[in-house]
């Protein structure tokens, strides 16, 4: 199927840009395309208009400070996922993107473009909400902040207005005592995951003092359950068990072509078993390589 006709703008600067999104209600902003191109073809989206961003100048940083990691608007996957930086400050950003789809779509897709997306299904606007992030949008109004607690509305639906180009999303980088795990389960690697889920934990020598976990796949947003309590201070089959029950009464997973929701419920159990316990181990080794 061929995408219905559109008008097509290509800026050569962010203010002209932002001018043609305002002008037209109906435009939308192509990045990486790996996500719109194909709804495009299906004729699940029909914009008047493609505004390419491609050709802007100085939008494709990935940038490590104190604060954590900061990724401009058109730079891909791939360096992020490449950037020692990245992953020396939130490594989290680094192990999900390592399950982002394939080597080819890591090359073109962007890791804003797949935030502001919104598809629960993806990894990275669960990172996103699990760390605490946000994203700065821009439009002919000036700028402003999206903390992630804010950004998702519903099934690929986010608070981003039409006239709006998210410029960046920033990840607050690993605190002391913190340590993180992910892991997915997908019929094929880089597939849609059937479930997965992120940790961060936070210790103070071998007590568990915070732990927070979230989910993709499972619900139509990204959802984010802070699993503290359940743990009562230690990861243990049993503390880790009921995390896993926590988190499913906040969870809605569903039937598909894919997976039964018996067996996604029983992944959710499984997995976050698995990364609390990886979030754990990696939280104690940083303290004991820092001590």
């Known amino acids: 199927m061929k995408p219905a006709p559109f008008a097509y703008v290509r800026p050569q600067g962010l203010q002209h840009a932002l001018e043609a999104l305002a002008a037209d209600p109906g435009a939308k902003v192509l990045a990486g395309g790996q996500s719109l191109v194909p709804l495009l073809s299906m004729r699940l989206a029909a914009p008047s208009t493609l505004v390419d961003i491609n050709g802007l100048p100085d939008l494709d940083q990935v940038r490590v400070d104190d604060a954590g990691v900061h990724v401009a608007a058109l730079a891909r996957h791939a360096d992020?996922?490449?950037?020692p930086d990245v992953r020396r400050v939130q490594p989290l950003v680094t192990l999900a993107l390592s399950h982002v789809a394939h080597a080819t779509i890591r090359n073109r897709g962007t890791t804003v473009g797949s935030i502001v997306h919104a598809d629960a299904a993806a990894e990275m606007p669960m990172v996103l909400a699990l760390l605490g992030g946000s994203v700065t949008v821009t439009s002919t109004s000036g700028p402003r902040t999206i903390h992630a607690s804010e950004l998702y509305a519903g099934p690929l639906e986010s608070t981003v207005r039409h006239d709006e180009i998210a410029v960046g999303a920033s990840f607050p980088g690993l605190g002391a005592g913190e340590g993180v795990g992910f892991e997915e389960v997908a019929r094929r690697h880089g597939d849609y995951a059937l479930a997965g889920v992120g940790a961060v934990v936070r210790v103070d020598g071998d007590a568990v003092t915070a732990a927070r976990v979230g989910f993709?796949?499972?619900?139509d947003v990204p959802v984010v359950v802070d699993v503290t309590d359940a743990l009562g201070g230690v990861v243990s089959?049993?503390?880790?068990a009921a995390a896993g029950e926590l988190a499913l009464g906040h969870l809605d997973p569903a039937e598909d072509l894919?997976?039964?929701a018996a067996y996604r419920r029983q992944l959710v159990r499984v997995l976050t078993a698995r990364v609390l316990g990886a979030a754990f181990e990696d939280a104690v080794s940083r303290v004991r390589g820092a001590a």
């Open 80 to 83: 992020v996922l490449a950037s």
């Open 216 to 219: 993709l796949s499972l619900s």
């Open 237 to 240: 089959p049993s503390s880790t």
């Open 258 to 260: 894919h997976a039964t």
